[in-house]
């Protein structure tokens, strides 16, 4: 199935999305600019010391976070649909005198554009539900990674992606393997709720099942699959701010987070 149309229409609304996040609060970009991390504490303790690895970032969006592990001495490439947030994060990687690498490419077809393996490969919060079938995604990140090396990703859960947030109380709406996409049309972004864009986009919703199957038909081994109640970002509704600064449903009735850690076999 051609799902062209689809991708062109999230295309164009993460292009739109750039400037409005890049001047918002959520992304703060001139804080980052001056040495803070956008990087949270899962991936960070998931990776460890990735100093002189090849890393490739999936969905980067305008690369802060493929710019703060450049910063931690990996050599990082970032790859994204949107060339709003491409041409940002080659700006920014100018700015602060890192050697990263940004390519504009629909995910899917990064082994058209990227021939070099890597030690790690990593994707994070908000990136699978832009995909149809996770089947071709696993099968490029086998693909671009070297024996023995580590995918990573950590994501919102997909019970979460279960409800409708455009409705006031949100409502249990969706599939939790749903395969028809789900189109949502609404004013604003999660950076930026006040924003006047419209944002149209086209998602899919994966479960935890298709997920781990997917990556091991592709040759990868699974070290974890872990689910976490906190999140680190205030996005969904209702949620209430940990002592630890995170965020958590009131009710704590299913996952907000999960992560996956795989290793490449043959090495």
Not at 34 to 57: I, Q
Request: proline residues 3%; charged residues 25%; negative net charge.
């Amino acid at each position: 199935m051609n799902f062209q149309k689809e991708f062109n229409t999230n295309k164009e609304t993460w292009d739109k999305k750039v400037a409005v996040h890049a001047a918002s609060k959520f992304y703060d970009v001139e804080a980052f600019k001056k040495g803070e991390s956008s990087l949270n504490s899962f991936e960070l303790e998931a990776l460890g010391d990735v100093s002189g690895k090849s890393l490739l970032h999936l969905q980067c969006h305008f690369g802060q976070d493929t710019l703060s592990w450049s910063r931690m001495g990996a050599k990082c490439t970032g790859v994204d649909i949107s060339e709003e947030a491409i041409k940002l994060a080659r700006d920014l990687n100018n700015e602060l005198k890192q050697n990263a690498q940004f390519i504009c490419c629909n995910v899917l077809d990064t082994s058209e554009y990227v021939s070099e393996k890597f030690d790690i490969i990593f994707t994070s919060y908000g990136v699978i539900g832009w995909l149809p079938n996770l089947k071709p995604w696993a099968k490029m990140i086998s693909e671009r990674l070297k024996p023995g090396g580590v995918f990573y990703m950590v994501e919102f859960h997909p019970i979460a992606w279960m409800f409708d947030y455009l409705e006031n109380p949100p409502k249990l709406k969706y599939g939790y393997q749903q395969q028809e996409s789900i189109y949502e049309e609404y004013k604003g972004t999660y950076a930026n709720e006040n924003s006047e864009i419209v944002s149209k986009e086209y998602g899919w919703n994966h479960g935890l099942g298709e997920v781990i199957n997917s990556l091991a038909q592709a040759g990868l081994e699974i070290e974890y699959l872990r689910e976490h109640n906190e999140s680190p970002y205030d996005i969904f509704s209702n949620l209430i701010k940990t002592k630890a600064d995170f965020y958590e449903m009131p009710s704590k009735l299913y996952p907000l987070i999960f992560e996956v850690k795989a290793i490449k076999k043959g090495a």
